[in-house]
């Protein structure tokens, strides 16, 4: 799932911790229209901010947004969460669920529709209190298979209670299978019936030898790119690559996967050219961050302003196929034998990352044992309020003696409530 906080679309932090496991899988792509329209749709939230924690529902008018209002739908969530009220539905959205009488709950919403799609969502963006993009595929009521992009985004009567959601979605059907596959044959006949090519070379030989260490890289089995290409070379196979896969029609796990293969590829030879890869790096305004060095390469490749979900998820796992020491031009094909694909791999690997890190300190068995080391305090050092009053943290000695090692700040929200708990 993306998140959209802030002022700019998807933000995520680099920390593959603060990825979101929902959206790993790229969907079939559904077009740059319906992501302009998500796009379109965000601005125009930011645009109600203002100074306000969240936009006034008083100043949202879906009948009045000519460019997305008919595919948009609104939630009332004044009367319950478990059943909010839908107040609005643009009649783009009603056509394609082919609802023709009143929905007045999110319980009239009718099964395999675009519109349930949309409304499963609703509860995750109270839990977050911030926008929501989302993508992904599925057959609808009519058996008819459809990619979808949408987006739900918060507003408040009060400034404070997130009690209205804005949801804007897209669409597109995918072309019958059969006819699909009737397209396939006749392209397939009419490239046998077409005069020879000329042979080429293919884009990747069978790699380096098996025994090849990790880090010192023999480019001789490689024949394209040539043995002595420039870096830029490699990082133009892996982009042209990217690019395929975001602009492919059936946007396949294939395409995707070698995509990211070809990424884990450039980083290896990154490795073995890192002047290259530093002018690369200056003259694209990136930097490589220690705690995630993948990062870089995926930006490189797919783009900065790419989805930072995206980018987090391809960095954590070209993070596992070096730690994993996968060899060059074997990391698309391992994606593809991976059980559960990518979703599962970096599902994997974050939670290798989590029993691999040490345990979070203890805070409170620290703040004792600071408290037991504690230097005994002049009592007469210690500040009080305008009553005198002050609230200490006192260690008994071994001769049965209490001493004070400790002491609130004057007048702290906290002391003021020991005080009062003291006493009552």
């Given amino acids: ?16 911790e603060s990825a979101n496991d929902a959206a790993i899988e790229t969907p079939p792509m559904v077009g740059a229209d319906e992501r302009r329209m998500q796009v379109r749709a965000y601005n125009y939230w930011a645009s109600l901010l203002g100074d306000r924690n969240l936009p006034s529902i008083e100043d949202l008018s879906p009948e009045d947004l000519e460019d997305f209002g008919p595919y948009s739908v609104l939630l009332d969530f004044s009367t319950g969460l478990d059943n909010p009220a839908v107040v609005y539905l643009g009649t783009a959205l009603r056509a394609e669920c082919e609802i023709s009488g009143p929905i007045q709950f999110i319980n009239d919403v009718p099964a395999r529709s675009l519109l349930s799609r949309l409304t499963d969502h609703y509860l995750q963006i109270i839990a977050n209190a911030a926008p929501i993009g989302f993508e992904a595929g599925f057959l609808n009521q009519r058996g008819a298979e459809i990619l979808y992009r949408g987006i739900l985004m918060p507003f408040s009567s009060d400034d404070q209670t997130i009690d209205f959601v804005f949801g804007v979605i897209n669409w597109k059907e995918v072309a019958n299978r059969d006819v699909s596959a009737e397209i396939d044959r006749e ?13 080429v070379a293919p884009i990747w030989a069978d790699g380096p030898a098996a025994d090849e260490e990790f880090g010192t890289l023999d480019l001789s089995g490689m024949e394209s790119p040539a043995e002595d290409a420039p870096l830029v070379d490699w990082l133009a196979l892996a982009r042209d690559s990217a690019e395929q896969a975001r602009t492919s029609e059936a946007r396949s796990h294939a395409a995707l996967y070698r995509a990211i293969g070809l990424s884990y590829d450039f980083a290896l030879v990154t490795i073995a050219r890192p002047e290259e890869y530093a002018e690369l790096l200056e003259n694209s305004g990136l930097k490589v961050q220690a705690r995630a060095p993948m990062t870089a390469v995926v930006k490189l490749v797919f783009g900065s302003t790419y989805d930072k979900t995206r980018i987090t998820e391809y960095a954590t796992a070209l993070d596992h196929a070096r730690a994993n020491g996968i060899e060059l ?8 034998r991976y059980d559960g694909g990518l979703k599962a791999l970096v599902r994997d690997e974050r939670a290798q990352r989590r ?60 002391s003021q409530r020991a005080i009062v708990a003291a006493a009552g």
Avoid at 187 to 199: F, I
């Fill in 1 to 16: 799932m993306d998140i959209l906080r802030g002022y700019g679309i998807a933000s995520e932090a680099d920390d593959f």
């Fill in 187 to 199: 392209v397939e006949e009419a490239l046998r019936s077409a005069p020879s090519a000329p042979p």
């Fill in 329 to 336: 031009g074997a990391f698309g094909d391992y994606l593809a």
């Fill in 355 to 414: 029993s691999d890190s040490p345990a979070k300190p203890d805070r409170q068995q620290t703040a004792r044992a600071a408290m037991k080391a504690a230097v005994a305090l002049d009592p007469f050092a210690v500040a009080t309020d305008g009553d005198g009053l002050a609230v200490v943290v006192a260690r008994r000695e071994k001769d049965g003696s209490l001493v004070i090692v400790g002491a609130l700040p004057e007048g702290s929200d906290l």
